[in-house]
């Protein structure tokens, strides 16, 4: 079956060779290690106690947002160098002299492509690409030298402090997660349901074979709903956990438009645990979309949180499904396989398994007892965020992946909330400059109703 549009599928579900040796990567990249024997499916985080038990008393409402398609080299790769002052150490990006970036691949004729800034908020159509093979080529046994060859000089341009002023405020202020990867090396499908399912379940695309697939143990929306832990997905154009059989019947009644969360937000009315869907065309940052969108979308989300009458006890997430073909420096460890399911073997594929994380994405931790300034250097991923759920409400877990995965705990400090006054975050940018430097590079992209672009 040939690969189709994630937009298409989304709205149809809505409606119905440089290699290096293995023992050059990083030590802490080479194996996956616990430091105790591992947790099983639908073990408990705390197995003294029944399944439902709050931890976490400070925190009442948990709050994810996933955006699409961007490493964390592509969008924070200047935070250190942009917000010295208010950050610890970044492992981003290194600039050498007239502050050009030194990080480099080679294309298939050998010449060196450099990082370099993007020269507008607009991505082009296709690529970068990230589909199962561009992912391992880029990847490149561990040197992360194959972006370019994968997908041409655009996987190698990137986005500064000017093109997303709020995305680098929040990161200014708010943790970070700078050893936060994707779950697997392929696409938004498979990665998204690592989020909801804790496994991918064989899929490797965007492709209508997830709809056929199940989910190996359940989904996150069917443990609250079976420990009554109230919960909501608010989306703009459809519910992304739709990729996943069966959501859609434990959904009822728990799915409302965008528009909803805002009002409920701002009344004090979010449930325990909410997730956000933004418009996968407009405002999710994929391409061929404005970035400045999806920032000023972002914005509108932070902010609604931040002046909410529950946000004293609010724990927002905000991550990326995968990289998108976008170059980013540091290598994918190993991780832990989260079932004995295989990839669903597929006509020209290389072989990989579920054993290695996807590229690094950017985390961001919004609350008001988060730590200020911190920069986690933990290996985490999608199923993270699961098991920071799972922690909350002693929920069983689904795969041995997010059963051992790190739950995020790090980023926080109950003694003390440093934010119970939020910080002033810096304004997201006006689309008409951006549009303007969009048009001269001849790109026109997708905008939300309404939106003016210049003529």
């Known amino acids: 079956m040939p690969d189709l549009s994630r937009r298409s599928l989304l709205g149809s579900a809505a409606l119905g060779a440089g290699a290096i040796a293995y023992g050059s990567l990083p030590a802490w990249a080479r194996t996956f290690t616990a430091a105790a024997a591992l947790r099983s499916p639908d073990s408990l985080p705390f197995p003294k106690l029944r399944a439902g038990t709050e931890s976490m008393p400070k925190i009442k409402h948990v709050v994810v947002l996933m955006m699409e398609n961007h490493t964390f080299d592509n969008i924070l790769g200047l935070l250190g160098y942009e917000e010295r002052a208010r950050r610890a150490a970044i492992d981003g990006l290194t600039l050498g002299k007239h502050a050009k970036p030194v990080n480099y691949n080679r294309d298939a004729s050998g010449r060196k492509v450099y990082a370099d800034y993007a020269k507008s908020p607009c991505q082009t159509e296709g690529l970068p690409t990230q589909t199962w093979n561009a992912s391992h080529e880029s990847y490149a046994n561990g040197a992360n030298s194959g972006f370019v060859k994968a997908s041409g000089p655009v996987a190698m341009r990137f986005f500064d402090q000017q093109q997303m002023p709020f995305s680098y405020s929040l990161a200014a202020h708010f943790p970070i997660g700078q050893r936060y990867f994707s779950s697997v090396l392929a696409q938004t499908y ?18 209508a074979v997830t709809f056929t697939t199940p989910a190996a143990n359940g989904t996150i929306f069917d443990r609250l709903n079976t ?38 937000a701002a009344a004090g009315k979010l449930p325990q645990y909410t997730f956000l869907d933004p418009q996968y065309t407009t405002t999710s940052e994929e391409n061929p979309q404005d970035i ?25 997430f905000i991550n990326y499904d995968e990289g998108g073909g976008y170059y980013d420096h540091v290598p994918p460890p190993t991780a ?31 609350s008001p ?81 309404g939106t003016v672009s210049p003529s």
Not at 190 to 207: M, Q, V, Y
Not at 296 to 307: C, E, G
């Open 369 to 449: 007892w988060a730590k200020t300034g911190y920069v986690s250097n933990i290996i985490q991923d999608h199923t993270s965020v699961l098991a920071f759920t799972e922690r909350k409400w002693n929920l069983p877990a689904m795969t041995f992946r997010d059963a051992n995965a790190h739950p995020m705990t790090d980023y926080f400090d109950f003694s003390k909330p440093a934010f119970a006054k939020p910080p002033t975050l810096a304004q997201a940018p006006g689309l008409g400059p951006g549009l303007e430097a969009c048009k001269a590079e001849g790109l026109n992209p997708p905008l939300p109703p």
């Open 227 to 264: 420990y009554r832990i109230s919960w909501a997905n608010y989306y703009q154009n459809a519910p992304s956990a739709l990729i996943v059989p069966g959501f859609a019947a434990a959904a009822t009644g728990k799915v409302f438009p965008m528009s909803q969360f805002y009002a409920d």
């Open 190 to 207: 498979p990665n998204r349901r690592f989020l909801f399912t804790g496994t991918a379940s064989g899929t490797t695309a965007t492709n």
């Open 292 to 316: 400045q969108v999806g920032e000023r979308f972002v914005a509108s989300v932070v902010h609604a949180l931040m002046k909410a009458p529950t946000w004293s006890s609010t724990a927002l």
């Open 336 to 366: 832990i396989k989260p079932d004995d399911i295989p990839p669903i073997p597929v006509a020209g594929n290389v072989p990989g398994q579920y054993n290695r994380y996807g590229f690094r994405v950017p985390l961001y931790v919004v």
